[in-house]
């Protein structure tokens, strides 16, 4: 199967910036998955942050965090980020890396990284 390792999660102040890592790894990782970054706050549901294609490189974002947020891609390392600037509270939440086939829609999921953002 696929496996998801994220990375870059830690204390940030209100205004600042972080990146995090996902590397994919596995026999069957292929570029007909979608990577996207999802996030849970403490006592609500996980939601959905952004989203790539890996094969076409098309983007998705919610619109809370649309114009501060990028996420891109590294073919060569199996790699997707999340560039996070202009940080707010309200961005803290744990943040999960997700794969997710284009055609059969399985789903793999990361262990997760925490961004704490300070007011």
């Known amino acids: 199967q696929v496996q998801l390792v994220e990375s870059g999660g830690g204390l940030v102040q209100a205004g600042g910036s972080l990146r995090l890592s996902c590397a994919a790894s596995?026999?069957?990782?292929?570029?007909?998955?979608?990577m996207g970054w999802y996030r849970q706050a403490p006592g609500k549901e996980r939601q959905s942050v952004a989203s790539?294609?890996?094969?076409?490189?098309?983007?998705y974002y919610a619109d809370s965090v649309r114009g501060r947020f990028t996420i891109t891609r590294d073919n060569a390392k199996n790699t997707v980020y999340l560039q996070m600037s202009n940080l707010r509270p309200e961005d803290t939440a744990i943040y999960y890396c997700?794969?997710?086939?284009?055609?059969?829609?399985?789903?793999?999921w990361g262990q997760g990284t925490q961004v704490t953002v300070s007011s």
């Open positions: 997700n794969a997710r086939h284009h055609y059969t829609l399985q789903n793999f």
């Open positions: 790539i294609s890996w094969s076409t490189g098309n983007t």
């Open positions: 596995g026999r069957a990782f292929s570029s007909s998955y979608d």
